[in-house]
């Protein structure tokens, strides 16, 4: 029985092939526009006179996820949601994706079943299938590289590049609280801190450590958007904080801005959170990132459209305005600041 318990529990003797089978074997094909998945040399797409769009992220353990707080299949969950939403970001639909992992000996088999049963929840959530990958062994924990491909008709899609004056600028949900939901884990890992018998202090706020650890791609924006026949004039999504996107549209727009603060869509447990750790809630929504919801301009007649349909809440937050004009935010006193990226940057 030990010698049974050992194997179900070890990638060792399993080996790399036998962890791909173990794979392939939960996986059911979802999308006509896959050929041939996990089992061969390379998958086999065919999108059917659609454009694909192509996507890469990677993540690495110490840098972009902590497992002290971070539960494993949450960030199988998240690895593959935060991908598909920058499919979504380009009014596309995500298809396919591909999962790479670097794992050190400290990880169980089960560890990592774990983990890829938060993936395979997320595909099963947004009907995308898994195709392919790599998995490798590390000697700096943790590593996961996933690809996601997506497809649109080409009259649809929207890039950060056509945003023009006079448009309105929209998000597509409230703002910081992925941010504030880290700093609540933080703290609690920080008083915790070699306290076995403690317990973290999470009590009422769910929603942010769930905007942290679990996000969702806004899959039903870009199905609203097809319904009432609006595609954005620009569009991209809320990873590195409202200001930092905000000027990658305008920047590849080559137009100015005005946003409006009390127009910033900020929950209440967020602005709770940040009141408490003595945070502005405008300062975690402008750089706080990882909120992964959709900001995009739509020209303005397209405006009443959202009004008059039913579906998710879209926020006009402010408008276009010509380069020389600046990018600038409009405070609730009246005052105009320049938009400053301060969210998260690479290499620093």
Known sequence: MADKKHIADSLEDLGEFGLIKRIKDQIEIKNPSTIKGIGDDAAVLNPAGKHQVITTDLLLEGIHFDLTYCPLKHLGYKAV????SDIYAMNARPKQITVSIGVSGK????????????????????????????????????????????????????????????????VSGDLGGAYMGLQLLEREKRVLQGHNEGRPEFDGYDYILERQLKPEPRADVV????????????????????????????EQSGVGCRIYEEKVP????????????????????????????????????DYQKFQSAPGPNIYAIGYITEADKGRRMITTG?????????????FN
Request: with cysteine.
């Open 107 to 170: 990880f169980t088999l089960r560890a990592i079943d774990e983990l890829y049963a938060g993936m395979m929840l997320a595909c099963e959530r947004y009907g995308v299938d898994l195709v392919g990958g790599d998995t490798s062994t590390s000697l700096t924990g943790l590593t996961i590289s996933i690809t996601a491909i997506g497809e649109a008709d080409p009259d649809r899609l929207a890039y950060r590049s056509g945003a023009k004056v006079n448009d309105i600028v929209c």
């Open 81 to 84: 949601a935060v991908n598909l």
């Open 266 to 301: 900020i929950d209440h447990v967020t602005r709770n959170m940040a009141d408490e750790l003595s945070i502005s809630p405008i300062v975690a929504a402008l750089n706080g990132g990882e909120d992964y919801e959709l900001l995009f301009t739509i020209d303005q007649k």
């Open 223 to 250: 199905d609203f958007l097809e319904k009432i026949n609006v595609v954005p004039t620009s569009m991209m999504d809320v990873s590195d904080g409202l200001s930092s996107e905000m000027l990658h549209i305008c």
């Open 334 to 346: 009246g005052d105009e600041m320049d938009l400053v990226a301060q969210g998260w940057k690479a």
